[in-house]
């Protein structure tokens, strides 16, 4: 069957527009799973709304609101990840590149909760998005292992271990200071867990 292309408007092509419609629908996900009043509930309807779009463009890129939640959950991920990984790989000092992906992550967390609530809320283990959360973790644990390696001259067992440690503690951390169990500052949190981060440079080789 024939697929029927889809056309120029305003300059704008259709596959732009698509892709513009599901940018939307990923804000709008984020808004309702990361929302502060601790029910993750996503439906198509709700989705919609929020998006202020037709119901008929959700199904152009998903094909339910599993796959969106996945959709929303991944690209969080990939932003964290990638930018957090960025700001470590232009500089070479240990203590630096330390300090620079502790700097981003909690910047990131801190200028938008949405981002923190959807990566840490216990309101999603029972969801599709838990062997979502599992795989970013050992996604994350990965990169740490690879910074780890570099600032801390470990390797093998030693190096899962500590890379599991700090991924864990880092997580926990979070955790508790999104939910205003933890009183600290953002320049606080940073400074703190680089002191950890840092301590763990003296982990028996």
């Given amino acids: 069957m024939a697929t029927t292309p889809l056309r120029v408007y ?13 940018a ?6 984020l808004e309702l ?10 439906t198509v309807r ?21 796959e969106l939640a996945t959709a929303v959950y991944d690209h969080v991920v990939n932003e964290i990840a990638t930018t957090a990984l960025d700001a470590v790989t232009v500089v070479d ?20 909760p949405r981002r923190g609530r959807l990566l840490f809320s216990p309101f999603l283990a029972g969801t599709p998005l838990a062997d979502r959360r599992a795989e ?4 994350f644990t990965q990169l740490m292992g690879t910074q780890a390696r570099q600032v801390y001259g470990v390797g093998g067992a ?9 991924v864990g503690g880092l997580t926990q951390t979070l955790t508790a200071w ?14 703190w867990c680089s002191e950890i981060f840092l301590a763990a440079s003296e982990f028996p080789q």
């Fill in 93 to 112: 000092e240990p203590e630096r590149k330390v300090r620079c992906g502790l700097t981003t992550i909690v910047r990131l967390i801190a200028e938008d």
């Fill in 178 to 191: 999104l939910d205003g169990g933890l009183d600290a500052s953002e320049s606080e949190i940073v400074e």
């Fill in 33 to 42: 799973l990361g929302s502060s009043d601790g029910d993750p509930s996503l």
């Fill in 10 to 22: 305003g300059g704008v092509t259709g596959s732009d527009r698509q892709a513009e419609r599901r």
């Fill in 158 to 166: 030693r190096l899962e271990l500590l890379s599991s440690f700090l």
């Fill in 46 to 66: 709700g989705v919609c709304r929020q998006a202020g779009l037709a119901n008929r463009y959700f199904y152009e890129s998903f094909t339910d609101r599993d």
């Fill in 24 to 29: 939307m629908f990923i804000e709008a996900g």
């Fill in 136 to 139: 970013s973790t050992r996604l």
